[in-house]
């Protein structure tokens, strides 16, 4: 999905959502590439969302706007998603006036060249558990109270060719088998299974 109007894919206004955003490739949008809004039970994974053009557009925004009636976004869970050259942040909270957001689980991620750093909380009201884990954020660290945040690397990690788009980790990557089992998925962003080939799992949405 490239170059249309407004968002890519939306989930909005559904407590009990259900949903499965996956194996996409979203770029180009002056709105978020992904967007959650008012909504619950929603996973998001083995995704590329890349190149947002308004520089508050996230490539992977989870809100909540007035006109959700329960005004909140919970259980969202974001993994294997290449996060690349957005406007804005890779992924990004918002709360337009009131509400909560909670039970956000990031993780195996990959984050470069976002015009406003890896994840940007333009939120302040978080409830349940949420993680961080096992993302790398080329753009610089990420960290917030409300966020249990481990096994996350910060910097360039040995990309193979980020320029060109290739965020698979070259031999020797500070990632490979640097990162948590604990919700870890089974598998990386082209479906290769986790753990492989190492003594551990990668970090980042590439196994190698």
């Given at each position: 999905?490239?170059?249309?109007?407004?968002?890519?894919?939306?989930?909005?206004?559904?407590?009990?959502?259900?949903?499965?955003?996956?194996?996409?490739?979203?770029?180009?949008?002056?709105?978020?590439?992904?967007?959650?809004?008012?909504?619950?039970?929603?996973?998001?994974?083995?995704?590329?969302?890349?190149?947002t053009k308004n520089n508050t557009k996230a490539g992977i925004m989870l809100a909540v706007e007035e006109c959700s009636s329960s005004r909140k976004t919970d259980?969202?869970?974001?993994?294997?998603?290449?996060?690349?050259?957005?406007?804005?942040?890779?992924?990004d909270f918002w709360i337009e006036s009131s509400?909560?957001?909670?039970?956000?689980?990031?993780v195996n991620n990959?984050?470069?060249?976002?015009?406003?750093?890896?994840?940007g909380f333009d939120a302040d009201s978080f409830g349940g558990q949420n993680i961080l884990r096992n993302n790398v954020y080329a753009e610089g660290a990420v960290s917030h109270p409300s966020f249990a945040s481990d096994h996350n690397l910060?910097?360039?990690?040995?990309?193979?060719?980020?320029?060109?788009?290739?965020?698979?980790?070259?031999?020797?990557?500070r990632p490979i088998d640097a990162g948590?089992?604990?919700?870890?998925?089974?598998?990386?962003?082209?479906?290769?299974p986790r753990p492989a080939g190492g003594a551990g799992y990668d970090i980042g949405a590439y196994e190698r």
């Open positions: 999905m490239h170059d249309n109007g407004e968002e890519g894919i939306d989930v909005k206004y559904d407590d009990n959502a259900q949903a499965k955003i996956h194996d996409n490739v979203v770029t180009g949008k002056p709105a978020p590439n992904i967007y959650v809004d008012g909504s619950s039970h929603v996973q998001i994974y083995n995704n590329v969302s890349t190149g259980d969202v869970q974001v993994y294997n998603n290449v996060l690349a050259n957005n406007a804005a942040a890779g992924l509400g909560t957001i909670s039970n956000i689980h990031a990959t984050f470069y060249g976002n015009k406003k750093g890896a994840v910060t910097g360039d990690p040995g990309f193979v060719n980020p320029q060109a788009g290739d965020f698979h980790l070259s031999d020797g990557s948590s089992a604990t919700d870890a998925p089974a598998f990386d962003l082209e479906n290769h």
